[in-house]
């Protein structure tokens, strides 16, 4: 992972690491209201250095409505509840892929990498896109019962912690698929090229 992505990714977890600080110190409340605040630098510091805006802003809209729920619940792990429809929402969208003969990896990565069109004719790209499919579903569904445990037991520590982890282990899988995804489509690209044999 790049410098400028480790940054983005420990600042995305900001906001997280605030709350559970000032839950600790004040209580859900002012946690809230601390987690809020620091989303709202979070996004003007990523705004003015016009990194990843995007996911600047859609960082900043969801640690905001965290920091709504957990006020509103007058819960501290209600800060954690609406991030666990993130690992929920991929599980399901993976398997769903699965069923239906297009693996989500492949729908996703071969376009970015520039592969075939046809790649669910490709046997070495369909597995591989297939194999990731389930790797990414296997870790989303691990994470969604992590997180749902330690939410059952009010577990906030690791709940934050868990969360905050999150945004680098995703980074790091999103960019080993990737390269992985592109190694694939250029091996199958050799292999098929007349004269590789």
């Not at 690491?17 to 990523?46: E, Y």
């Not at 912690?161 to 990737?178: D, E, F, K, V, Y």
């Not at 995804?181 to 098929?192: K, L, Q, W």
Request: aromatic residues 8%; hydrophobic residues 60%.
């Amino acid at each position: 992972m790049t410098a400028s992505r480790t940054v983005a990714a420990a600042a995305a977890g900001g906001p997280a690491l605030v709350f559970l600080v000032a839950n600790a110190i004040g209580g859900t409340l002012p946690a809230s209201a601390a987690a809020m605040v620091t989303a709202s630098l979070v996004l003007a510091w990523r705004l003015r250095a016009r990194r990843q805006v995007r996911h600047a802003v859609a960082g900043a809209l969801l640690a905001t409505a965290c920091a709504a729920v957990a006020a509103w619940t007058g819960q501290a792990r209600g800060f954690f509840l609406l991030p666990m429809l993130i690992p929920a929402a991929a599980t399901a969208a993976c398997l769903l892929s699965l069923a239906a003969d297009r693996p989500l990896a492949g729908l996703v990565a071969n376009r970015l990498v520039g592969g075939p069109p046809g790649w669910r004719s490709h046997r070495a790209l369909y597995r591989f896109y297939a194999a990731a499919t389930v790797v990414i579903a296997l870790v989303s569904l691990v994470s969604l019962a992590a997180q749902v445990a330690l939410y059952r037991w009010s577990d906030v520590a690791w709940l934050g912690l868990l969360h905050i982890l999150m945004g680098p282990l995703w980074a790091s899988i999103t960019a080993l698929s990737m390269v992985l995804s592109r190694r694939t489509v250029n091996r199958e690209r050799y292999a098929t090229a007349p004269g590789a044999r």
